[in-house]
Antibody
Framework: QITLKESGPTLMKPTQTLTLTCAFSGFSLTTSGEGVGWIRQPPGKALEWLAVAYWNGDRRYNPSLRSRLTITKDTSINQVVLTLTNMDPVDTATYYC???????????????WGEGSLVTVSS | DVVLTQTPFSLSVTPGQPASISCKSSQSVLHSDGKTHLSWYLQKPGQSPKLLIYEVSSRFSGVPDRFSGSGSGTDFTLKITRVEAEDVGVYYCMQDAYSPLTFGGGTKVDIK
């Protein structure tokens, strides 16, 4: 059974750096074809893909946010961490992590999602 | 970027009646592997999105067979044969083939 859970700050100030942790179980990020991604959703709006970390160390980012995003994994404790620098009120959103079934390259499937973590950016 | 346009924006359905949601892509999401990587998700109120359909028409594990997906190239449809009260929420299409991965704007379904 695959489960994922996000954790991190709920309130941030502009210009700060967001660090979110995704703790997962039910799979290993050392196994071929496994990945963990991040997706966010501003209140009342649609979903936006941010980044994916792959079992083989590869990482992919949304080009629109690439300069601000970093995704890392710690396979020893089954966690993936997302950092987003220079936070702004427009970054206020629920941030989800999700298991990625990877076929090849960027191609795959988000088949299990965490509950999400709401982050509000306000001065 | 691949832009996915969903219609209608919202839908109010009588229980037991069918419902249909369209997703149109700005370019083909048929990949070189011969598969079309277009998925559908349902986000129930206060919950995270749940996968319903992948590769256009394959139902994910545990998804009731009243949900079906169809389409090809740039035009895709999600159909619910008989809407139930538990089907309320926002439905999203997503393309998993090209970077950046993108989602449609969502279609809100509620019960009359």
């Amino acid at each position: 059974q695959i489960t994922l859970k996000e954790s991190g700050p709920t309130l941030m100030k502009p210009t700060q750096t967001l660090t979110l942790t995704c703790a997962f179980s039910g799979f290993s990020l050392t196994t071929s074809g496994e990945g963990v991604g991040w997706i966010r959703q501003p209140p009342g709006k649609a979903l936006e893909w941010l980044a994916v970390a792959y079992w083989n160390g590869d990482r992919r980012y949304n080009p629109s946010l690439r300069s601000r995003l970093t995704i890392t994994k710690d396979t020893s404790i089954n966690q993936v961490v997302l950092t987003l620098t220079n936070m702004d009120p427009v970054d206020t959103a629920t941030y989800y992590c999700a298991h990625r079934r990877v076929y090849f390259d960027i191609v795959g499937l988000f088949d299990h999602w965490g509950e999400g973590s709401l982050v509000t950016v306000s001065s | 970027d691949v832009v996915l346009t969903q219609t209608p924006f919202s839908l109010s359905v009588t229980p037991g009646q069918p419902a249909s949601i369209s997703c149109k892509s700005s370019q083909s999401v048929l990949h070189s592997d011969g598969k079309t990587h277009l998925s559908w998700y349902l986000q129930k109120p206060g919950q995270s999105p749940k996968l319903l359909i992948y590769e256009v028409s394959s139902r994910f594990s545990g998804v009731p067979d009243r949900f079906s997906g169809s389409g090809s190239g740039t035009d895709f449809t999600l159909k619910i044969t008989r809407v139930e009260a538990e089907d309320v929420g926002v439905y999203y299409c997503m393309q998993d083939a090209y970077s950046p991965l993108t989602f449609g704007g969502g279609t809100k379904v509620d019960i009359k």
